[in-house]
């Protein structure tokens, strides 16, 4: 069960540890369904899991294994703040069996910019293979909860905006099928992002797009520039929203060790960064 504590307390809470096989074919599915483009995640044998893939341990969980069992939420006020994988020992492949458990680190407050409460959860997945005693990789995903009167946090436009022409490398446009193929990969089963009743009534004009789908395809963009294995922290911070329709631009820098992508929207808004840090030899 959740129990409070201040910012420096963790755990707070923790799920009992279950067990996440990486296997060949979920391997090959998630791949497709985040657009990678790398030979290492779609070769027919031996293939390397993409490096946001640890988000589809939750297809492994049953309730008992959530740091969040036993405790309500209601998903139309919960945002997706930031998204953290350190890798320890190089590269998830198929064929590994991991022992994992998730806590939750600590919880703590800041005031909305809209007025209200935004209380943040920093929930942490670690996992080990069989029989190791050092963990292979950790994953942090950092909630938001929005207590506010202001309406939803992540404010929809007042219009759709219209898709701009798609330039060079740019993906084709978004759609809510985009949606429902990541989330089934991944087993993010938000309705907010598929179902329009449950979109509308929590404030927004329908189904917007799985932050961590663009995620997934700004972090293949990045294994193609310095390969999945040279990969050792990859952190990612949401900024906007992405609609049906939205054709996003991904733009990948490099700077010694570390590699960016920023992902835009066709309004030339933010909708996300991502921060590589590799070895270098």
């Not at 279950?18 to 290492?40: D, L, P, Q, Y």
């Not at 969980?61 to 190089?90: I, N």
């Not at 409460?117 to 996992?127: K, L, N, Y």
């Amino acid at each position: 069960m959740l129990t409070e504590g201040p910012a420096d307390q963790a755990p707070v809470a923790a799920g009992a540890p279950f067990r996440f096989v990486v296997e060949e074919g979920k391997v090959h599915e998630f791949a497709r369904a985040t657009r990678s483009r790398c030979e290492e995640h779609l070769r027919p044998e031996d293939p390397l899991a993409p490096l946001t893939f640890l988000t589809a341990s939750q297809l492994w969980m049953a309730p008992e294994h959530s740091a969040w069992h036993g405790v309500e939420r209601d998903f139309r006020s919960v945002l997706h703040g930031e998204q953290e994988y350190v890798f320890h020992a190089g590269p998830l492949r198929a064929g590994d069996v991991l022992t994992a458990r998730q806590f939750i680190e600590r919880t703590y407050e800041k005031a909305g910019r809209r007025g209200g409460t935004m209380r943040f959860t920093d929930v942490v997945t670690r996992f080990w293979r069989m029989g190791e005693a050092e963990p292979v990789a950790d994953m942090r995903t950092v909630t938001i909860t929005v207590e506010s009167t202001a309406g939803p946090a992540a404010a929809a436009p007042a219009a759709a905006a219209p898709a701009a022409a798609p330039v060079a490398g740019d993906e084709p446009p978004l759609t809510v099928t985009d949606f429902v193929r990541y989330q089934g990969a991944s087993g993010d089963f938000n309705p907010i992002h598929h179902d329009p009743g449950f979109a509308c009534a929590a404030g927004y004009p329908g189904p917007f797009a799985v932050g961590m789908l663009a995620a997934g395809v700004a972090a293949n963009r990045i294994a193609e520039r310095a390969g999945t294995a040279a990969v050792r922290r990859l952190r990612i911070r949401f900024q906007s929203t992405a609609w049906p329709g939205d054709v996003l631009s991904y733009a990948v820098s490099e700077d010694d060790p570390t590699l960016s992508a920023t992902v835009t929207r066709p309004d030339g808004s933010v909708h996300l960064t991502v921060v590589a840090e590799r070895d270098v030899p």
